[in-house]
């Protein structure tokens, strides 16, 4: 009896260990979606201060002031900073948060699929044992009528 027992907890640690996993992966995905919305913000951000860059740039200054035009230059000098600072940020965030972040969902998932390979792997071995005991049961079965055969001929 220590047997089926034994299975069956076994098959509850594993059960357990299959419904954490897929808490652990939905966290993860949760994370990596985060990550990949904080990544199309700082492109967004990115693009938009090279876009505003380009305009002031391009843009043709007639009949301004000497001052005006130095505010532009010292305001475009500031904007391609931040265009640096954005750019840096962007290359950090997809090299660090983003990247751990996928690795974190990969390692999840592959907890995950070792959990139901394990689960299932046991639930096959709790059926076979299952049959086992069916077989025996019936021989059991079997010799208790061919007995009780036998005690009624005599």
Not at 101 to 118: H, M
């Amino acid at each position: 009896m220590s047997g089926p027992f034994k299975l069956q907890t076994l098959l509850s640690l594993r059960e357990q260990a299959q419904a954490e996993a897929e808490l652990k992966l939905r966290g993860a995905v949760e994370h990596l979606d985060a990550m990949v919305t904080e990544q199309r913000r700082l492109t967004t951000l990115l693009q938009s201060y090279e876009t505003h860059l380009l305009q002031l740039m391009n843009g043709v200054a007639p009949g301004r002031t000497a001052a005006a035009l130095q505010a532009r230059d010292q305001f475009m000098v500031r904007l391609r900073a931040d265009v640096q600072a954005a750019k840096q940020a962007l290359a950090h965030h997809q090299q660090g948060p983003l990247a751990q972040a996928l690795r974190d969902e990969q390692q999840a998932r592959d907890e995950l699929l070792l959990a139901k390979q394990e689960l299932e792997l046991l639930h096959r071995h709790k059926d076979q044992a299952e049959a086992v005991e069916r077989k025996i049961a019936e021989r059991r079965e079997d010799h208790a009528v061919d007995d009780w055969v036998i005690s009624k001929r005599r």
